[in-house]
């Protein structure tokens, strides 16, 4: 099904922003890219979400193997007792030494699911065979997994921070890569103006991500 997703400002990377601007997507490729009147007009038949803010292509989260297994991320019902954001370091040490493999499962899963609200569509692995549940839960999000890029992350910052731009970056360097005609499409979205507030409010302004064409988060 083709789907027009329209914003304010879309940013490509490595092309030039386009203002009031479109991503057509056929299934799980993108199809054109460009100013949404000429979108409209070259794909009537196509679905169109309207979305406020910025576009962008899915970001790549590199401490991805440090945030499913060096941190414990609550589930809503224990809110009360740990609160909502991931526990590391000392707390984290606490949970996981009586945790139960469902225990374990159920915080990779919603970890997972939060770096999608975080517009994640890409995550920096490896992930290793002794770790199947890993794994298993990887495959079932559709998150693609990628080797380091040429700066390897380091899994010892502290921390459980979910942003993406967390640890420094501009989009360039955060966004999985360009979208291009052709491409997989994985997109972002932020209820931001510009890049310049989107790194100043950080990636927890995502209002909805696209996953190989598939919309994986929309913000309530």
Do not use: K, N
Not at 36 to 51: D, G
Not at 76 to 81: F, L, M, Y
Request: net charge neutral.
């Amino acid at each position: 099904m083709l789907t027009i997703h329209a914003a304010p400002l879309v940013l490509p990377v490595g092309a030039a922003a386009v203002a009031d601007g479109a991503v057509v997507v056929d299934g799980d490729r993108i199809a054109a890219i460009g100013p949404y009147e000429e979108a409209a007009a070259a794909y009537p038949a196509a679905r169109v979400r309207r979305w406020p803010g910025l576009l962008t292509p899915g970001l790549r989260q590199d401490r991805a193997r440090a945030l499913l297994t060096r941190c414990y991320h609550p589930d809503p019902r224990e809110a009360d007792e740990l609160g909502e954001l991931p526990l590391w370091g000392e707390e984290f040490e606490r949970i996981a030494a009586t945790w139960v493999p469902a225990r374990r499962a159920g915080s990779v899963r919603r970890g997972l699911q939060r770096m999608l609200r975080h517009g994640t569509t890409q995550v920096v692995g490896p992930f290793g065979a002794e770790e199947p549940a890993l794994r298993t839960a990887l495959a079932r999000s559709g998150l693609t997994v990628v080797p380091a890029p040429g700066r390897a992350p380091d899994p010892s910052a502290p921390g459980g921070d979910l942003d993406p731009f967390a640890y420094g970056g501009d989009l360039a360097a955060t966004a999985h890569g360009p979208l291009t005609v052709g491409g997989r499409a994985d997109l972002a979205v932020f209820d931001v103006p510009d890049e310049e507030a989107l790194r100043t409010g950080g990636a927890g302004r995502c209002v909805a991500t696209v996953l190989a064409g598939r919309l994986v988060h929309r913000a309530r």
